[in-house]
């Protein structure tokens, strides 16, 4: 089975800089994909980032980007020029791949609250 | 326009009661999905049905009951609510279940936060 951990149950940033969230999975799968979702206030999940295990490159999307360390199983995400609209409950989240319905399930992690601060 | 909605977003009752948790989107996607929050923000799957038909069942207790009479809606209804089943039930969809590529995006819905006192 395949299980996701964050290990940060809260973090604090100040607006403007950079912080990096972590995550770890265990998987025996060869073939996966791991997210970062956010969780605003709000209650909303939005996805941030994607990254497919088979490639190299990590995964960027504007101030987000993740360090994925394969042989780790490491996940994390940086977002960089942190703002006040970043404040969230963070997700790391583990898809297995393949093309039954079966594994389009996502296993997420505890979350990670991120506070950024004024 | 909302994309996966869901109602109602506030369900407070009591212990005993059955009730029933819509979802539709507008999205015309073939897949859709419950997930379940809990107190402690942890979120894991419930169902997945594609077009209409039951793909993922995660070991959710018989008194949940989804319900597909589309493929743009599916529903939830539970019986004999427990005090253990308060949490955020959040709907998503997706376009299908994977591609080649990997798989695609899944939406979620507002959640419905129930109570059950």
């Known amino acids: 089975a395949q299980t996701v951990t964050q290990s940060q149950p809260e973090m604090s940033v100040q607006e403007a800089e950079t912080v990096t969230l972590s995550c770890t999975y265990d998987t025996s799968e060869s073939n996966y994909y791991l997210f970062w979702y956010k969780q605003p206030p709000s209650r909303q999940m939005i996805l941030v980032i994607r990254q497919e295990a088979y490639k190299q490159q990590n995964a960027t999307e504007n101030r987000f980007s993740v360090n994925f360390q394969k042989a780790a199983k490491s996940f994390s995400l940086k977002i960089s020029d942190s703002q006040l609209g970043d404040t969230a409950m963070y997700f790391c989240?583990?898809?297995?791949?393949?093309?039954?319905?079966?594994?389009?399930?996502?296993?997420f992690g505890t979350g990670t609250l991120l506070a950024v601060q004024p | 326009d909302t994309a996966v909605s869901q109602t109602p977003k506030y369900l407070v009752t009591q212990m005993g009661n059955d009730k029933s948790i819509k979802c539709e989107q507008n999205?015309?996607?073939?897949?859709m999905y419950w997930y379940k929050q809990d107190s402690k923000k942890f979120l894991k799957i419930m169902f997945s049905y594609n077009n209409k038909e039951l793909i993922i069942n995660e070991t959710v207790p018989n008194r949940f009951s989804p319900k597909s009479p589309d493929k743009a809606h599916l529903n939830l209804h539970i019986n004999s609510l427990e005090l253990g089943d308060s949490a955020v039930y959040f709907c998503?969809?997706?376009?299908?279940?994977?591609?080649?590529?990997?798989?695609?995006?899944?939406?979620f819905g507002p959640g419905t936060r129930l109570t059950v006192t």
């Open positions: 999205l015309g996607h073939d897949t």
């Open positions: 998503a969809s997706s376009q299908d279940w994977q591609t080649p590529l990997g798989p695609y995006e899944q939406y």
């Open positions: 989240a583990f898809m297995k791949g393949g093309v039954s319905g079966a594994t389009n399930k996502l296993i």
